[in-house]
């Protein structure tokens, strides 16, 4: 008969299946890892696009402001929209068109506000990711004015 003491000994000094153990803890952690790196690298990839339709409705727009605004305001919407349609799994989307003043000239400012769910099943974040783009262009230079990056 062995005492409770030498029989405690012998369970914590074997090692055997350790390893098993080990690797079932760490892999499911480093999944969820993974795809947290994958569904950041992707919402990282979709803000950058819908920047890039942000500037190129802008610039659609931009030649027609000093004769119609309206009519510029439609071109943006429509450059959009088609990019949008283009894009497969797009995001939803919310859009404002405005035509403002900048530099003294008449400029069209485009904001987009996309959002998709997070891969983890809208965990991480809850409810999903929301990203934006901005652009705003004028007639003048034809040059999208990015409303996100830093000055310098």
């Known amino acids: 008969m062995t005492r409770p003491g030498a029989r405690l000994r012998l369970l914590t000094s074997d090692a055997r299946g350790n390893v098993a153990v080990r690797l079932a803890l760490i892999i499911p952690g480093l999944i969820l890892l993974g795809a947290g790196v994958l569904d950041l690298f992707a919402v990282h990839n ?22 119609d605004a309206d009519a510029a305001r439609t071109r943006a919407a429509t450059s959009v929209a088609d ?13 404002a068109y405005e035509i403002v003043r900048h530099g003294g000239e008449p400029a069209i400012r485009i904001r987009l506000r996309g959002h998709r769910p997070s891969l983890l099943g809208n965990m991480l974040p809850p409810g999903g990711w929301t990203f934006s783009g901005e652009a705003t262009a004028t007639s003048q230079g034809l040059v999208p004015t990015d409303q996100n990056q830093a000055p310098g």
């Open 83 to 95: 990019a949008m349609r283009d894009w497969p799994n797009a995001p939803t989307l919310e859009d």
């Open 46 to 67: 979709a803000h950058n696009h819908l920047q890039r339709i942000a500037e190129a409705g802008a610039l659609a727009a931009a030649p027609g402001l000093a004769t």
